[in-house]
């Protein structure tokens, strides 16, 4: 049974910083690209980072580009988010995600697996 756990998510002040963990059990860690989304009340789901099976390639939304950092360890079978500069408009619930195939990696429907989600809110 595959199951993705996120943690690290909570309150901060605009400006601050967090680091998001996912731990990954019951698949094959390292043969899927990982991906970070996240949800805001009332609108989508939204690309926001991602990740290839080695760590080799990374993408971002231009919403986040310069200010988080998508890394991953696979002997630890766990992907990361460092989150800096964070703005309210940050504020979400933010999930990760396994893709099997590094295809479409910007996009929800790319992913097959994906974590319960945890929940930033970024205070001004």
């Known amino acids: 049974q595959v199951e993705l756990v996120e943690s690290g998510g909570g309150s901060v002040q605009a400006g601050g910083s967090l680091r998001l963990s996912c731990a990954a059990s019951?698949?094959?860690?390292?043969?899927?690209?990982m991906g970070w989304f996240r949800q805001a009340p009332g609108k989508e789901r939204d690309f926001v980072a991602a990740?290839?099976?080695?760590?080799?390639?990374?993408y971002y939304a231009d919403s986040v580009k310069g200010r988080f950092t998508i890394s991953r360890d696979n002997a630890k079978n766990t992907v990361y988010l460092q989150m800096n500069s964070l703005k309210p408009e940050d504020t979400a619930v933010y999930y990760c995600?396994?893709?099997?195939?590094?295809?479409?990696?910007?996009?929800?429907?790319?992913?097959?697996?994906w974590g319960q989600g945890t929940q930033v809110t970024v205070s001004s």
């Open positions: 990740i290839s099976w080695l760590g080799g390639t990374t």
């Open positions: 019951g698949l094959t860690f390292s043969s899927y690209a």
């Open positions: 995600a396994a893709n099997p195939s590094s295809l479409m990696v910007l996009l929800t429907r790319g992913y097959t697996y």
